[in-house]
Every structure is written in C-alpha cells, then in structure tokens.
Nanobody
Framework: VQLQASGGGMVQAGGSLRLSCAAS????????MAWFRQRPGKDREFVAA????????YYRDSVQGRFIISRGGADNTVYLQMNSLKPEDTAVYYC????????????????????WGQGTQVTVSS
C-alpha cells in the first residue's frame, strides 16, 4: 500500500491550503484515514481523522473550526482543507490509513494506522 500526499506549500497567516492524499495498492480499502503533523522540534501529533460510516470528522482542539477533513470521490482519497492558517500550523503533514476501522479511543493515535505517506511541508508565515 502506498500513500501519496500533496498540496503543501508556503502561505501567509490567515490563508488556506488543501492537502490531498491518495492510497493505492491491490485490494486495499481504507476504513480509517487521518492526518498527523510534526512541528519543528515536536513529536508527531494527531490533526484530523475520519472513519467509514461515521459521517463526521474528528479534530484536535487547536484546528477545530478551521480545518475540514473529507473523503474524495475515489474511495481511498482524503483531503484536508486548512483555513485561517496560523504560524503554529507550520509542520510536515502526514496522511495515514488503515484497512480496519479504528476504534474511537485509538482514533487519535499513531498506532491506529498501518500505512503512512511521505509527508508534505506546510509553512505559514506571520
């Protein structure tokens, strides 16, 4: 299984970016997809996730109301629309996927996802 993330770049504070991630490989069908990020000098952290059948996304508090995670028309595609970006959103963003549906208590953890993309840099200037 391969995950290909794209859409990162440099933007001024208050601006928007849209990240995309496509998973491919055999008969793989993702039941859980997520975005994590790693800010400079920090550990990788959860940003947003969704699970097949829930009809909603899950977000870390600091991005709630600014970021929107969604599935694409293709089953294994996920997007992250990032609005009102702040300098503290600067990070490498990673998409992640899992064939089995993650349980709610694990949704925000790295271990819930077996497959990871290569990361895309997002830089927000003040």
């Amino acid at each position: 299984v391969q995950l290909q993330a794209s859409g990162g770049g440099m933007v001024q504070a208050g601006g928007s970016l849209r990240l995309s991630c496509a998973a491919s490989g055999g008969s793989f069908s993702a039941s859980g997809m997520a975005w994590f990020r790693q800010r400079p000098g920090k550990d990788r952290e959860f940003v947003a996730a969704l699970r097949r059948g829930d009809g909603r996304g899950y977000y870390r508090d600091s991005v709630q109301g600014r970021f929107i995670i969604s599935r694409g028309g293709a089953d294994n595609t996920v997007y992250l629309q990032m609005n009102s970006l702040k300098p503290e959103d600067t990070a490498v963003y990673y998409c992640a996927a899992n064939q089995n549906r993650p349980i709610l208590s694990a949704l925000r953890t790295i271990g819930a996802y077996a497959h990871w993309g290569q990361g895309t840099q997002v830089t927000v200037s003040s």
